[in-house]
C-alpha cells in the first residue's frame, strides 16, 4: 500500500483500523518476497513453502476483514477505497453516517424532520444507503391513469367488488388499547398552597388543639404597698373526628388484561382526582368561616354625609378595603393573598384609566399575591392570612385491593382510596381572613351612605 493510498484509507476508516490493515499487507508483501527469491535460488517452490505462504495470506485477509466489519466496511469496497474510488457500490455503515453527518446533526437540533436509510445484505456484507422519498406522492396524491380501472365499489361495467366487516363490536374497542391517551384538564390542589398543611401520624385517633379565649384583666400602675392587678388566662382544647374522603372503582379481569394502559392511567388519576376533590370541599369551608366585611365607616374615615367619599372607587378599592380590616384586626399580622375567579383576575389585571391607560396597583398592595382561580366564585373576594386556616392530613392516602361483594365471582376486583384529614380554621385566627363577599358588594359598601 503506497503512501497516498495508506492516507485515503485511514480518512475512510480512521488512524488505527489502517495501520493494521497495512500491517497485514506487508507482512503477506515480505513472505511472498521471501517465497520468490527461494525460488530464483532453487528453481522453483516446494509445496510446503506454497502451503505456508497461502496459509498466512488466509490469515492476513481475516484479520483485515475483520478490520473493515468493525468499520462497517465490505472488503471489496475497501480495495476500491484504497484505490481512490468513492463510487464504490457497497457503502459501509460509519462510512454512511459519517457522510451525512450535517444532516443528520440538522435534524437532531431542530428536533423534527427524518432521514431514512435502507440496510441490506450483498455478498455476506451490509450495505446502507439513504434513500430519497421526496420524490414518492402520497397514494391520494397520485392521478389514476386513463382506461379501466378497479375501485372500492366497481370493476368495470358488471364486477361489483366489496369488502365485508365482521368484527365485533368489543374487537374494535380493543383495537384502540395500546393508542395515545389525551386527558381532561384537571385542576391543582391550590388551596393546599395557600393553607397551613401538616401531616400527622395515622396513629393520631382525632383531631386536637387549643384556642386562647378572651383574657380576664391586664396589668396596671400601683403605688407603694398597694395589691397587684391580676390577670387570667383561659384556653379551651377542641377536638374533632377525622373527616374521610373515599373512593372505589372496580375493573374486570379482562379490561386489566387487554387495556392494562387504561387501568394504569385511571389508578393515576384517581390519587390526582382524591387530592382536588379536596381541594374543592374545603374552598367553602374556608369561605364559612371567613369574617365578613363591616368596615367601610372605617376605611372611609367618616360617613359619606360628612364629606368622606372614595372617588372612582375600583377595584384595587376593595382589596385594599379588606387588607385593611384584617391586618387592623390582627395588629398588622400580613395579608399574603387576595382570592378571586380567573375572570376577575384577568379585568383586574386591565383596569384602565378614561384615557385609555393602565392602572398599576397601589404601593400598599404590593406584597399581597393575587391568587385566581376557577373554583371562586365569578365576583367573589376573600382577602388575609390564608395561613390562618389548618388543613391536617392523617397519614398519607391508602389505597387497598380486593374483591367487593360478588366480585370474584364476577371475575372482578375494586381499588378503594381513603383519605382522613380535617381541616378548621380556630376562631381567633378567623378576623385575619375577611371576605367580600364579592367585589360590587365591597364597593357599594364604600360609596353607600352610612
Known amino acids: 500500500m503506497t503512501a497516498d493510498e495508506k492516507k485515503a484509507l485511514a480518512e475512510q476508516i480512521g488512524k488505527e483500523a489502517a ?34 505462504f497461502q496459509k498466512k495470506s488466509d490469515e492476513a485477509v481475516e484479520a483485515i476483514k475483520e478490520q473493515c466489519n468493525k468499520q462497517g466496511l465490505s472488503i471489496a469496497e475497501l480495495l476500491e477505497k484504497s484505490n481512490g474510488n468513492d463510487n464504490a457500490k457497497t457503502q459501509g455503515i460509519a462510512q454512511v453516517l459519517k457522510a451525512h453527518e450535517e444532516e443528520l446533526r440538522q435534524i437532531y437540533k431542530s428536533r423534527s424532520g427524518s432521514k ?21 406522492k402520497n397514494m391520494e396524491e397520485v392521478s389514476k391513469a386513463a382506461g379501466v380501472h378497479g375501485t372500492i365499489d366497481g370493476l368495470g361495467a358488471s364486477v361489483t367488488s366489496s369488502i365485508a366487516e365482521s368484527l365485533a363490536a368489543s374487537t374494535r374497542v380493543r383495537m384502540g ?24 401520624g395515622i396513629e393520631n385517633l382525632f383531631a386536637v388543639w387549643l384556642e386562647e379565649q378572651a383574657k380576664q384583666g391586664s396589668s396596671a400602675d400601683r403605688t407603694e404597698g398597694a395589691t397587684r392587678s391580676q390577670a387570667q388566662y383561659a384556653y379551651t382544647i377542641k377536638t374533632e373526628p377525622w373527616k374521610i374522603r373515599s373512593l372505589l372503582v372496580s375493573f374486570t379481569d379482562q379490561f386489566a388484561l387487554d387495556f392494562r394502559r387504561l387501568e394504569d392511567d385511571i389508578m393515576m388519576k384517581t390519587g390526582t382526582d382524591m387530592v382536588n376533590d379536596l381541594n374543592t370541599a374545603i374552598l367553602p369551608n ?14 372611609r374615615g367618616g360617613a359619606i354625609s360628612a364629606g368622606n ?17 384584617a391586618n387592623s384586626a390582627t395588629f398588622g399580622a400580613a395579608t399574603n393573598a387576595a382570592v378571586m ?13 378614561t384615557t385609555g391607560n393602565f392602572i398599576q396597583p397601589p404601593a400598599s398592595l404590593a406584597n399581597v399575591t393575587y ?4 373554583g371562586m366564585g ?10 390562618a386556616y389548618n388543613i391536617l392530613m392523617r397519614g398519607g392516602l391508602i389505597v387497598r385491593i380486593g374483591f367487593n361483594g360478588n366480585d370474584f365471582g364476577d371475575g372482578k376486583f375494586s381499588v378503594v382510596m381513603d383519605q382522613y384529614y380535617m381541616d378548621y380554621c380556630p376562631v381567633p385566627k378567623r378576623a385575619g381572613i375577611v371576605k367580600g363577599t364579592t367585589f360590587a358588594s365591597v364597593k357599594t359598601a364604600l360609596t353607600a351612605t352610612s
Open 116 to 136: 431514512e436509510f435502507l440496510l441490506t445484505v450483498k455478498n455476506g456484507q451490509l450495505d446502507m444507503r439513504p434513500i430519497d422519498t421526496s420524490s414518492v
Open 371 to 374: 391568587v385566581n382561580n376557577p
Open 19 to 52: 495501520e493494521k490493515i497495512d500491517a497485514k499487507f506487508i507482512e503477506v508483501k515480505t513472505e511472498a518476497e521471501k517465497i520468490a527469491r527461494e525460488a530464483a535460488a532453487n528453481g522453483g517452490i516446494s509445496k510446503e513453502a506454497f502451503e505456508a
Open 177 to 200: 388499547a395500546d393508542a395515545g391517551i389525551y386527558g381532561l384538564y384537571r385542576n391543582t390542589p391550590w388551596v393546599f398552597q395557600l393553607c397551613s398543611m401538616q401531616t400527622v
Open 309 to 325: 367619599v372614595i372617588a372612582n372607587c375600583n377595584d384595587y378599592h376593595v382589596i385594599s378595603a379588606l387588607k385593611a380590616q
Open 378 to 387: 365569578t365576583d367573589d373576594i376573600l382577602v388575609g392570612d390564608m395561613k
Open 286 to 299: 374556608i369561605l364559612s368561616v371567613a369574617t365578613a366585611y363591616n368596615t367601610a365607616t372605617n376605611y
Open 341 to 353: 375567579s380567573t375572570y376577575k383576575y384577568e379585568r383586574i389585571g386591565t383596569l384602565s384609566d
